[in-house]
């Protein structure tokens, strides 16, 4: 009868020790996809990717807390369809770019298996300082490259169709006004500005709010008069004796005047100019009343 083979210390110990951090082993049929080490130089930005600008400060920044702290959270990569081995960012690429000021060697990252292009426009509209004009041309790649319809796209963003359209919109604004707002930045110029003044009809008015937004002077308040509908007539509140054709003029002038000021409009130099001539012109006729009752009118 063969002697019983006692079972060896050595592999026991170390059954034991898999035993213990077994929950910690990637398992084959997980549903998570797991980080792993890339080399800096196998990656590359991806020529897709909506955000255009970065700020130098802020990546040094990002390189510094990085370098101390090390890489807290992968970036997302995909295989470049075009060169084996190679991989493309699918988000993340500040800490790519912090990661090469740091002369590091590799990158942590996690392959990417579902839409880049969703995942990508997805990771950069949860952060704060995406431009409106990157978000507006991110989202119309999107919509070109997908097929999708604004219904579509809205629903895989989390967005209300309303909030598509109204970003979409600006890109009918000139492009040449979009490139210099994309490279200034100007914080004044914010999305409602920018969809509000999208919505008015290409012309006169349009034209002086846009000069304005490329001085970086427009506001808000500037769109709302421009786009506020012409003060309605309020008969009621006329003086019986403005039946002459002046004083209907006036009546008209004071409700613009006073639908301007209510609505907190700014007047040029040249109109204020205007406008002066305008009350002296008001004080000679009111001068001239208090020396007697105006001449009456032929009845020519």
Same mark, same amino acid.
């Given at each position: 009868m063969a002697a019983t083979r006692k079972p060896s210390p050595l592999l026991g110990a170390a059954?034991?020790?898999?035993?213990?951090?077994?929950?910690? =082993?990637? /398992?084959?049929? $997980?549903? !998570?996809?797991? $980080?792993?080490? =890339?080399? %800096?130089?196998r990656v590359q930005p991806d020529p897709g990717q909506p955000r255009k600008m970065f700020d130098d400060q802020e990546t040094a920044a990002l390189a510094r807390t990085m370098a101390e702290q090390g890489q807290l959270q992968a970036i997302l990569v995909r295989r470049d369809p075009d060169a084996r081995g190679a991989w493309l960012i699918v988000a993340g690429e500040r800490r790519w770019r912090a990661?090469? +000021?740091?002369?590091?060697?590799? =990158? %942590?990252?996690?392959?990417?298996? @579902?839409?880049?292009?969703?995942?990508?426009? #997805?990771?950069?509209l949860q952060r704060q300082? %995406?431009?409106? #004009?990157?978000?507006? &041309? @991110? +989202?119309?790649?999107? =919509?070109? @490259?997908k097929g999708w319809s604004q219904k579509q796209t809205a629903q895989a963003l989390g967005k209300t169709d309303a909030e598509v359209s109204s970003t979409l919109r600006i890109l009918s604004l000139p492009e040449d006004l979009l490139d210099e707002l994309l490279a200034t930045r100007n914080p004044s110029l914010s999305r409602y500005v920018l969809a509000e003044l999208a919505r008015l009809e290409p012309g006169p008015v349009r034209d002086r709010l846009v000069a304005a937004a490329r001085a970086g002077q427009l506001t808000q308040r500037m769109v709302r008069v421009a786009r506020a509908p012409e003060p309605s007539v309020d008969a009621g509140r006329r003086p019986?004796?403005?039946?002459?054709?002046? !004083? &209907?003029?006036?009546? /008209? #002038? $004071?409700?613009? +005047? &006073? !639908? +301007?000021?209510?609505?907190?409009? /700014?007047?040029?130099?040249?109109?204020? $100019? /205007? %406008?002066?001539?305008l009350r002296d012109e008001i004080d000679r006729l009111l001068q001239a009343g208090e020396h007697g009752p105006a001449s009456p009118r032929s009845s020519l």
């Open positions: 059954k034991a020790m898999l035993d213990g951090v077994s929950d910690a =082993i990637v /398992r084959e049929n $997980s549903q !998570f996809q797991h $980080s792993m080490e =890339i080399p %800096l130089d990661a090469k +000021l740091n002369a590091w060697k590799n =990158i %942590l990252a996690v392959e990417h298996m @579902g839409d880049a292009e969703v995942a990508t426009l #997805v990771e950069n300082d %995406l431009s409106v #004009v990157e978000e507006a &041309r @991110g +989202l119309q790649r999107l =919509i070109a @490259g019986k004796d403005g039946g002459r054709p002046a !004083f &209907r003029a006036v009546d /008209r #002038v $004071s409700d613009a +005047l &006073r !639908f +301007l000021r209510e609505k907190g409009g /700014r007047v040029t130099e040249a109109e204020a $100019s /205007r %406008l002066k001539r």
